[in-house]
């Protein structure tokens, strides 16, 4: 089993900046992909950010120049630095993660979610 721990969220004010962190354990061979999305109140879950294992990073038009998404292999954790926040960007960030577990399967993984507030 694979578990996606997410952490960082909060509440910030318009133009600050928050750090969310995906840490990845359990039973783990090796890391495809992983990235960012989020959910906003009576929206769909929409793509922010993705980083290939080799650092190849994609961003939704709306982030970018504001958010770096970034991984450390060796702790298979992932990262979203988030600057310049709008009130726009509130939402649950939830992690994703293409596993591929200790027995070879490929499988895809979520966190659980974490809440960022972008409020005055």
């Known amino acids: 089993q694979v578990q996606l721990v997410e952490s960082g969220g909060g509440l910030v004010q318009p133009g600050g900046s928050l750090r969310l962190s995906c840490a990845a354990s359990?039973?783990?061979?090796?890391?495809?992909?992983m990235g960012w999305y989020r959910q906003a109140p009576g929206k769909e879950r929409e793509l922010v950010a993705t980083?290939?294992?080799?650092?190849?990073?994609n961003y939704v038009d709306s982030v970018k120049g504001r958010f770096t998404i970034s991984r450390d292999n060796a702790k298979n954790t992932v990262y979203l630095q988030m600057n310049n926040l709008k009130p726009e960007d509130t939402a649950v960030y939830y992690c994703?993660?293409?596993?591929?577990?200790?027995?070879?399967?490929?499988?895809?993984?979520w966190g659980k979610g974490t809440l960022v507030t972008v409020s005055s």
């Open positions: 980083v290939t294992s080799y650092g190849i990073t």
């Open positions: 359990g039973s783990i061979f090796s890391i495809n992909g």
């Open positions: 994703n993660a293409e596993v591929v577990t200790g027995q070879y399967y490929v499988m895809d993984y």
